[in-house]
């Protein structure tokens, strides 16, 4: 069974600092997303990575894939409290467009 | 634009009903998705489906199935709602091949009592 994983689950951070958010997986995959979800919306897509080594980058957030570790990351540049939302990995199993989620990391950045 | 489109906001309904959740999207999609949102465990897939009439279980199947008649409507059907599938349910699409991000709906907040 796949397991995707994120940590940490909760993360509050003040602004102005950095961290980033860890998305492990257990099954082999070459397609990984990154969405964002604010409080009673739904989900809006961030970042899409579609092979080892992927590096995208969009204002304060970079994303990143390795494909050996199985593992992406998603990096937080000098936060600010216009980034406090919940955020989802998701991994494409197998490369057969069936997607499975993590249980997603929410950010609260405070000043 | 891509639009995924649920059929309600809201639903309230009695445990036992037959209850469906309708998803249309408009941008062609092959693959279309069910999942529930509940507090604490993420998003969890209960059906995929990757053309018409073709579905696959997820990871919660469970208590529903679907039906895919036409490309782009896909729902989702609770047999005989249960008091623990009050959830948020979230419907998606995207094109087959995983070059693109899959794009949501704006989701049914489901409450059987």
């Known amino acids: 069974e796949l397991k995707v994983e994120q940590n940490p689950l909760f993360l509050s951070m003040q602004e102005g600092k950095n961290y980033t958010i860890y998305c492990n997986y257990s099954?082999?995959?070459?397609?990984l997303y990154w969405y964002r979800q604010d409080p009673g919306k739904s989900l809006e897509s961030l970042f899409v990575l579609l092979s080892n080594g992927a590096v995208k980058q969009e204002g304060r957030l970079m994303a990143s894939l390795d494909t050996k570790a199985r593992l992406s990351t998603l990096h937080i540049t000098a936060a600010v409290h216009d980034l406090s939302a919940t955020y989802f990995c998701?991994?494409?199993?197998?490369?057969?467009?069936?997607?499975?989620f993590g249980t997603g990391t929410r950010l609260q950045v405070f000043p | 634009d891509v639009k995924v489109t649920q059929s309600s906001r809201y639903l309230v309904k009695r445990t036992g009903e037959k209850v469906f959740l309708e998803c249309v999207q408009d941008m062609d999609h092959e693959n279309m998705f069910w999942y529930r949102q509940d507090p604490g465990l993420g998003l969890r897939l209960i059906y995929f489906?990757?053309?018409?009439?073709?579905?696959e279980k997820g990871d919660i199947p469970e208590g529903y199935s679907v039906s895919r008649e036409k490309k782009e409507r896909f729902s989702l059907i609770l047999e005989s709602a249960s008091t623990n599938q009050t959830s948020m349910y979230l419907c998606a699409s995207s094109f087959e091949g995983g070059l693109a991000e899959a794009f949501f709906g704006q989701g049914t907040r489901l409450t059987v009592v």
């Open positions: 998701a991994v494409d199993v197998f490369n057969t467009d069936k997607l499975i």
């Open positions: 489906s990757y053309d018409v009439k073709m579905k």
């Open positions: 099954t082999t995959s070459d397609r």
